[in-house]
């Protein structure tokens, strides 16, 4: 199985932040890598595919980026409605696996 | 839009089996795939399988050992999970989730709200 080593597992920041979340694979998943921001108590909502893709609908302060195994979540002059928690998912293979998680609170 | 409405949470005991439901709407059920996963107390998404509508294949993970079936109603476009021989650590909310194509790469575009199954004694 793949495995999806996501850092840090929290942090604490501050309106206007700019926040980097970082996923690394076990093995080459190609741009296979999508990023989602879950709230508590609601599904997961799609931020990003294909490693740097915007989902229509969410705004451009969330963007990716990927270097080999290594895949990068920017939130760049992050706003009070996205502190949550932030997961990344591989779809190269089955079974599909997620990192770990990051939650990002509130400084 | 697209929507996914699952059905409501649920109390069983260790043993006994659930079977949750994911009603989709919005587009055609049988282009895209359907993901389950699920999220115990606290805790990170662990997927559990998917299914594809059109004709029914299935892949499950390894961690269910067999007590996982996935099944589709093309009818009322609905997607299945039946999780059998139910333990305690199977206390999760359990979600369906549509697995698109888009620019090439397969990512789960829209998710369901969840549906809480508690097993307990």
């Known amino acids: 199985d793949i495995q999806m080593t996501q850092s840090p597992s929290s942090l604490s920041a501050s309106v206007g932040d700019t926040v980097t979340i970082t996923c690394r694979a076990s093995?080459?998943?190609?741009?296979?890598l999508s990023w989602y921001q879950q709230k508590p108590g609601i599904g997961p909502r799609l931020l990003i595919y294909g490693a740097s893709s915007l989902e229509s609908g969410v705004p451009a302060r969330f963007s990716g980026s990927e270097s080999g195994t290594d895949f990068t979540l920017t939130i760049s002059s992050l706003q009070p409605e996205d502190f949550a928690t932030y997961y990344c998912?591989?779809?190269?293979?089955?079974?599909?696996?997620f990192g770990g998680g990051t939650k990002v609170e509130s400084k | 839009q697209v929507q996914l409405v699952q059905s409501g949470a649920d109390v069983k005991k260790p043993g006994a089996s659930v079977k949750v439901s994911c009603k989709a709407s919005?587009?055609?059920?049988?282009?895209?795939?359907i993901n389950w996963v699920r999220q115990a107390p606290g805790q990170g998404l662990e997927w559990l399988g998917l299914i594809n509508p059109y004709n029914g294949h299935t892949e499950y993970s390894q961690t269910l050992q067999g007590r996982v079936t996935m099944t589709t109603d093309t009818s009322t476009s609905t997607a299945y999970m039946d999780l059998r021989n139910l333990r305690s650590d199977d206390t999760a909310v359990y979600y369906c989730?549509?697995?698109?194509?888009?620019?090439?790469?397969?990512?789960?575009?829209?998710w369901g709200q969840g549906t809480l199954v508690t097993v307990s004694s």
């Open positions: 998912l591989q779809t190269y293979r089955k079974p599909r696996t």
């Open positions: 989730a549509r697995e698109v194509m888009k620019s090439g790469w397969l990512s789960m575009d829209s």
């Open positions: 919005g587009y055609s059920f049988v282009t895209f795939g």
């Open positions: 093995q080459s998943i190609s741009k296979y």
